[in-house]
């Protein structure tokens, strides 16, 4: 498996826009660019994002530099232009993926680039040290000036004064290496924390990661929905297909155990878990788009969620998630997908 090359890639060739012009139309597998006219407010921060916003999780451990990159440039090919990735992500190697990709291409001022900061072994906690180094280290990595959206990963670090976090971010902020924040593994308590002390003048939250799907319902359907909503917080959930379990592509324990997740694929399917793919299969067999596409339009047309954060594998699964974006979902369906996950 190559994890990193030098060679040059080819540009992007762009297909002329197909005559789709209604939003909630579905986007063509043939027919690229047209996802360049979708964009949707990430929350207060300024940025505009395609309503999916592919994850690196997976770039540098189960998928290589080449792979990688094809996934990379068949997002933006269909108009994608917001990533994510991690310091955690395989120790690191997501971040240099994506650098060297950005170089090659050339589109670092057209993409929107979050990072999530504060599991990387060498840097892990929000303590004000290791969140310089961390920043520092993931600026280096993608070899980029500025961050434009930082998520503060407190999964690891329940015990850091949040205020002291802040302040240090404000640093990162007024020395030009990140421009907005964003929240990872924060409850409810804190959220409103970080608001009362951003009320004192420390910056702002405005993004909030919570993993969240139709099978994942729980705990963001609480307090947590209830807060970012009270604070018109951008949410962009992970795990937006639970391990591919969501795209359809794992139904019998056989399957599942050649998968990257096989124990946690096979947790679901029981009773409830098959019950959702067959209501999966019914709105995607009505509408004429893939399983993928259906999980994704469910996810978009929940409250408060602006652009659910989505990993690939190979660049045919981005085709598919993609049309997601484009997917109107009636009443009866979205209640339908909803009875399926309660």
């Given at each position: 498996?190559?994890?990193?090359?030098?060679?040059?890639?080819?540009?992007?060739?762009?297909?002329?826009?197909?005559?789709?012009?209604?939003?909630?139309?579905?986007?063509?597998?043939v027919g690229l660019g047209v996802g360049e006219r979708i964009r949707v407010a990430l929350g207060e921060t300024g940025f505009e994002t395609f309503p999916l916003m592919l994850?690196?999780?997976?770039?540098?451990?189960?998928?290589?530099?080449?792979?990688s990159h094809g996934i990379l440039d068949r997002y933006v090919e269909f108009g994608g232009n917001a990533v994510h990735t991690a310091d955690g992500f395989s120790g690191g190697r997501s971040e240099h993926i994506i650098g060297q990709w950005l170089r090659s291409r050339a589109l670092r001022e057209r993409m929107v680039l979050s990072v999530r900061v504060g599991a990387h072994a060498d840097n892990p906690g929000l303590g004000s040290v290791n969140l310089v180094r961390a920043a520092?280290?993931?600026?280096?990595?993608?070899?980029?000036?500025?961050?434009?959206?930082?998520?503060?990963?407190?999964?690891?670090?329940?015990?850091?004064?949040?205020?002291?976090?802040?302040?240090?971010?404000?640093?990162?902020?007024?020395?030009?290496?990140?421009?907005?924040?964003?929240?990872?593994?924060?409850?409810?308590?804190r959220l409103v924390e970080a608001r009362i002390l951003a009320s004192a003048?420390?910056?702002?939250?405005?993004?909030?990661?919570?993993?969240?799907?139709?099978?994942?319902?729980?705990?963001?359907?609480?307090?947590?929905?209830?807060?970012?909503?009270?604070q018109n917080l951008a949410v962009t959930p992970s795990h937006a297909l639970e391990h591919g379990f969501l795209s359809g592509r794992h139904r019998s324990k056989a399957l599942a155990a050649q998968g990257v997740r096989g124990e946690q694929l096979r947790s679901h399917l029981n009773?409830?878990?098959i019950k959702i793919l067959r209501a999966l299969d019914q709105v995607a067999g009505d509408l004429s788009v893939p399983v993928?596409?259906?999980?994704?339009?469910?996810?978009?047309?929940?409250?408060t969620v602006t652009a659910p954060i989505v990993n690939a594998f190979a660049a045919d699964h981005v085709d598919e998630l993609m049309q997601g974006?484009?997917?109107?979902?009636?009443?009866?369906?979205?209640?339908d997908l909803t009875r399926a996950g309660a």
């Open positions: 498996m190559r994890l990193f090359g030098s060679g040059a890639a080819a540009p992007i060739e762009r297909a002329q826009p197909t005559g789709i012009e209604h939003p909630s139309a579905p986007i063509p597998i994850g690196a999780a997976e770039f540098g451990w189960n998928v290589d530099l080449e792979t520092e280290g993931s600026l280096t990595r993608l070899g980029i000036e500025r961050i434009d959206v930082l998520y503060l990963d407190a999964s690891l670090d329940q015990t850091t004064n949040l205020e002291d976090t802040l302040a240090t971010v404000e640093w990162l902020v007024e020395a030009g290496k990140i421009s907005r924040v964003g929240a990872f593994g924060f409850s409810p308590e003048g420390y910056p702002r939250i405005e993004v909030v990661d919570a993993p969240y799907n139709l099978i994942r319902r729980h705990p963001f359907e609480g307090d947590l929905r209830l807060v970012a909503g009270a009773r409830r878990g993928a596409a259906v999980s994704i339009a469910w996810l978009l047309a929940q409250r974006a484009g997917v109107t979902l009636s009443r009866a369906q979205l209640a």
